[in-house]
């Protein structure tokens, strides 16, 4: 009789010990991380904060973009806002001849995804955000037009996602690749299909 109830108690354990190492999905995983555009629209504004804290700005303000890209309305709007966040005035009246100019030319503005991992040993998979901010400013007064100065802008922002809460946005600068799985992408279906197997010869063995 002992060793009928010391033999399930075992198994009892080693039911347990599997369960632990299965996935769990708590509600702390179903919070909807922030879209890719929110991401690299944060990243600007904290280059722009950390960046041009200090810098002495004219006004009113005229923007213009030097360069084609396709997110130049992304920087543009950005930096609209950053500036009347400031407290600046800005002039949406293009060639005013009262308007300082603040042009702007990106070099990088982008988005990628270097990485990825599991949260847990078979938890949900994980991808690495990364935000590169890369573009020179130049501000030049009204009137003849002096250059005031010219800076380069550059900053990085990084989190991780999980990989099921990504979203395709219509913008393809904001779509990019996802990292391979190397060898885990061929490994982890062997141990999860191990650790399932195991879990059903136990609840079989115990009839």
């Known amino acids: 009789m002992m060793a009928i109830t010391f033999d399930k108690l075992f198994r009892f354990r080693i039911l347990i010990l599997i369960l632990a190492f299965l996935p769990s999905f708590s509600s702390a995983q179903d919070k909807a991380p922030i879209t890719n555009l929110d991401f690299l629209r944060l990243a600007i504004w904290r280059t722009l904060d950390?960046?041009?804290?200090?810098?002495?700005?004219?006004?009113?303000?005229?923007?213009?973009?030097?360069?084609?890209?396709?997110?130049?309305?992304?920087?543009?709007?950005?930096?609209?806002?950053?500036?009347?966040?400031?407290?600046?005035?800005?002039?949406?009246?293009?060639?005013?001849?009262?308007?300082?100019?603040?042009?702007?030319r990106i070099i990088e503005l982008s988005l990628n995804y270097p990485a990825q991992r599991r949260k847990g040993f078979l938890g949900p998979r994980e991808v690495r955000r990364e935000a590169q901010v890369d573009f020179i400013l130049r501000l030049q007064g009204s009137g003849h037009g002096e250059v005031l100065w010219n800076r380069r802008i550059r900053g990085k922002s990084s989190d991780w996602i999980p990989r099921s809460k990504l979203k395709v946005s219509p913008y393809p600068f904001l779509n990019p690749p996802l990292p391979t799985g190397g060898w885990a992408r061929y490994g982890e279906p062997v141990i999860v299909t191990g650790l399932v197997a195991g879990l059903v010869y136990l609840l079989y063995s115990n009839r």
Not at 78 to 100: C, D, M
């Open 50 to 104: 950390s960046s041009l804290s200090r810098a002495v700005l004219d006004s009113p303000i005229e923007l213009v973009a030097e360069g084609k890209s396709e997110a130049n309305w992304l920087l543009e709007d950005v930096l609209l806002s950053w500036l009347l966040e400031r407290g600046e005035v800005v002039s949406l009246r293009k060639g005013n001849l009262h308007s300082a100019l603040l042009s702007f």
